[in-house]
Each structure stands twice: as C-alpha cells, then as structure tokens.
C-alpha cells in the first residue's frame, strides 16, 4: 500500500534526548510515522519558528533522509497571516486546503495525518478534518516513549547526537538490560470515522431500501473515495434489474470484474424457468416496489403487461400457445392479434370473437381482454376447465378501470381509488358472453393495490407450475449493498 504523510512539527521533532534515558535519542512523532510507514512522501507544515530551525540545521529533511533514504519532503510554510500558533479555529481552512491538494495528487495512496505534533490547536483541527473532510484519511498518534507529554518551550534538538544516538536505529550505549526496548513501535491508528461517509452510508442504504437504487448510484459516483468497485455495480445491477435492462451498457464487463450477475440472487425454482418466465418475475417485483413505495399511479399503468403476460403464460401452460398460433409482431415488437391467422390456426375462436365484437373481430395488439375472451372460449367449448376465469375476470376489471384512470385522468392514484374498482360498473359489463348475470365472485369488491398484486403472483405461481416463492430477490440484492457499504475501498 502506497502513504502520503501530512504532518506539522512540534518540539520534540525530528527526534530528542529522551528524558528518562538522556544517553539516547529517541524518534519524535513524524519520524516514527515514517519509520513504521514509509511514505513515498511527506508535507511538512513548519509555522516560522520550525521554519528557522530548519534553515539553521536542515534537522527534518536531514532526519528523513537518515530513517528513510530518498524520501521526497516537501515543506509547507505558514502563512504569514497567522502569528499566534497557539489559537483555534485558524488551521482549519488552511489545513483543509492542503489536505484536498494532497489527495488529488497522490489519489491512489492512502493520506496520514500525524495528529501528535505541532500545538494542541492544530492537532484538534486535523482530527476534526480527518473526521470531515470529502476522502477517507488515516489519522495517527504516536505515543511518547514515557507516556507524557512531550510539550515544551526548550529545543530538544543536538544535531550531533541525532544520527549517532538514536534508539529507535538500534543503537543503545547502556547495558542496563531492564531499560525498554526503543525499537517497539509506538503509532497507533485514531479510530476516527469519517462523518461524512457515515451520512452517505446512511442516505444510500435508505435509497436502496426504497428501491431507489439510481439515486443511491449517483451518490456513490460523486464520492467514489469512499467506497468499493462493488457497491457501484451492485446499484446499478439493482437499478437494472428494476428496469428489466439486461444489455445496459458495460453491464456484462463489469459482471466479468465483480462475479456479480442477477441470477445469484434469484430463487433457485427461477433458475430453471424460460427468459419471459424470468423477466416477468422481475416485472412483479418492479410492481411490488410501487406498491410499497406507494406509487400507485406508475403501478395502475403498469398493470396491463403483467396481466397480458401471465395469461398468456398460464394458457400456455394447458397446451394452448397464443402468440405463435394468432399473432404477428410489428417492426417495433409488439404483439398483434391476426384476424387472418386466428382463423387457419383455430376458426371456432374466430367465430367466438365475432359474436363478442358486433359481428366482426378487427386485428389489433394483444391484451388482457383478449386473453380472457380465449379463457372463456376455451371453457364454454369444453376444451379447457383448469383456468380460474373468475380470478382473471377480477383482475382484468381491475386492471381495465384503474388504468383508464389513471392514463385518461390529470390526477395521481389513490388507494381510494383501488377500493372503488368495479363499483361504476355498468349492467351490460357486469353481464357473462352468455348473456347470464356474472358470479359475485367474479367482480372486485375493494380490491387494494397489494391484493391484486398477491392475485396475480398466484396466477404467475399455477403459470409456471412453481409451489411457492419467497420473491425476495431485491432484498437479496439490499443485502449484498448493505454488505458492501460497509467496506472501503482497496487501499484506504
């Protein structure tokens, strides 16, 4: 892992005599940091005092040059505006100022921040960014070879003593075998968690459990420092996955990069059913999640293909396939019902549909009513008794009133709205094909928003010959974003 080191300087540094053992010289904060770490770089923040002492002697490039031979140093001198080192509040902006700079230019190393030298207002000042600031930093104490504190007004410093006498290089002139051993490393990391990235984490994982997962995508884009590779391809596989946009571009490269593909979070009875049986199960998810986000003017427009579909599904199921027999589909792909091909495939129908539609059945998309109509046929004809028209009819009112709603009227969607399907039903709607009065059962009676929802569910179950379904893959797939916001990325 490649470091960076930003680090102000305080008396104690480059190194000084230690006070219990005054035969030897011992590492101050930044030289041990760069001892134990070896950054490929060091900033150095000298206020003018330090700034004299290193004209006088060279005492912090000379040292680093001594523990970490060709290190790069760059010095950063204090602005002239700040006189009193010993005020708050004035490192702030200036510190941060730096910070920023320093990542931009090394953006693949990870930044310490040495948070035990220099006066104690800029060492709260540099906590306090390390806590802040928009990129992951890594602050580090050092502690003191006695444990106290090494403050004072007194230079530590023998330029004589410092390269000859330093315990820290192993170099000991005593034989007193009870003294400590100066070569234990003495860093410690500051568990210091970045407020910033904790606000993202939190704001993302709340987009991702209301399915907003574009929204949760593009916070994570602006702020990639702090966080993984794979917390952005799993959003967007989310947000995907909700769309039912299998080709997204560069999606499948970067599956290759993260083993992640949305068949892993799939029921294992979807793995083994045909692509439209797949797709339509992510359709009933997108559905769920405007149910649950409340979204009930998407949902009463996004009704009609589900319905279409697993009809077209369930009827397939009895050996009577729709599409291939009656339908053509024109050069955008949709579907269309073939007065021409219904009537070599299966005249009787075409007859059937004659007497439903004023005597003449015109070509036109296939839908809901469509289906029912074959539903009905087949039933009335003998040829099918399997099928729960009743249901179908339920839910093909429903589907019926509540989109004309919503696709005709300037107005959003109520879940009033759902509980008053069916009741504007006129007597000629609520009379069979055979001219009887319908069942009860057959017409909505406050039907909610997740009641059709659970029908439908059911009727994709008996479609595809499944038992039963948990339909939890989006929470599997919040899961594995969960999992992933907790990491950072490689290298921070």
């Known amino acids: 892992m490649k470091y ?7 008396d104690r540094d480059p190194c000084s005599s230690d006070r219990k053992h005054p035969d030897v010289y011992r590492d101050g904060a930044m030289l041990h940091i760069v001892r134990h770490y ?3 770089k060091v900033y150095l923040f000298l206020t003018e005092r330090f700034w004299a002492f290193e004209r006088k002697d060279q005492r912090y490039t000379g040292m680093l040059e001594h523990v970490a031979p060709g290190i790069q140093v760059e010095l950063i001198r204090c602005p002239e505006t700040i006189t009193n080192a010993a005020l708050f509040d004035q490192f702030d902006e200036v510190f941060r100022k730096h910070l920023i700079s320093i990542h931009e230019k090394h953006s693949d190393a990870q930044l ?6 220099g006066t104690p207002q800029m060492q709260a000042s540099l906590y306090l960014l390390a806590a802040t600031i928009g990129f992951p930093v890594q602050a580090i104490q050092v502690l003191s070879p006695v444990g106290e504190s090494n403050a004072g007004p007194k230079d530590y410093y023998n330029a004589e003593l410092a390269a000859s006498c330093l315990g820290e290089d192993g170099i000991s002139s005593f034989e007193d075998q009870s003294r400590e051993d100066l070569t234990r490393d003495r860093c410690r990391k500051v568990s210091c968690e970045n407020a910033v990235r904790a606000i993202l984490v939190e704001n993302i994982a709340t987009l991702a459990t209301h399915y907003d997962y574009m929204a949760g995508l593009v916070l994570a884009n602006k702020n990639k420092e702090f966080f993984t590779n794979e917390l952005r391809f799993y959003l967007r596989l989310a947000s995907c996955h909700l ?3 299998r080709e997204h571009e560069n999606l499948k490269q970067l599956a290759n990069k993260t083993g992640g593909t949305w068949d892993r979070f799939y029921e294992k009875p979807i793995l083994s059913l045909n692509e439209e049986a797949q797709k339509c199960y992510d359709y009933l998810l997108y559905l769920e999640t405007l149910v649950e986000t409340n979204a009930l003017s998407d949902y009463a427009r996004a009704l009609s293909p589900a319905l279409t579909t697993i009809m077209r599904m369930r009827l397939a199921k009895e050996g009577f396939e729709v599409v291939d027999r009656f339908c053509e589909r024109d050069k955008g792909g949709v579907l269309h019902l073939k007065n021409y091909k219904i009537r070599r495939a299966e005249p009787e129908f075409l007859n059937y549909l004659n007497n439903q539609f004023n005597g003449h059945f015109k070509d036109g998309p296939l839908s809901a009513s469509h289906m029912l109509q074959y539903m009905f046929y087949l039933r009335d004809c003998g040829k099918c008794r399997t099928i ?6 339920v839910l093909r009112v429903c589907e019926s009133d509540i989109r004309n709603l919503a696709s ?22 609520k009379t069979s094909h055979t001219g009887k009065k319908s069942n009860e059962e057959s017409q909505p009676k406050g039907l909610s928003a997740k009641n059709i929802l659970d029908m439908l569910k059911k009727e994709y179950l008996a479609a595809t010959g499944i038992k039963s379904l948990q339909w939890d893959a989006l929470q599997r797939m919040n899961e594995k974003i969960t999992q992933e916001l907790l990491k950072l990325p490689a290298g921070r």
């Not at 960076?4 to 305080?10: A, I, Y």
């Not at 729960?388 to 009819?393: A, F, G, Q, R, V």
């Not at 005709?408 to 709607?429: A, K, P, W």
């Open 408 to 429: 005709h009227e300037m107005r959003g969607i109520t879940s009033n709205d759902f509980n008053r399907l069916g009741q504007n039903q006129d007597e000629s709607s």
């Open 4 to 10: 960076v080191l930003f680090s102000p300087v305080s």
């Open 243 to 245: 769309q039912l946009d």
């Open 112 to 117: 310490l921040i040495n948070v035990s030298s």
């Open 38 to 40: 070896r950054p490929e």
């Open 388 to 393: 729960d028209t009743d249901t179908y009819k």
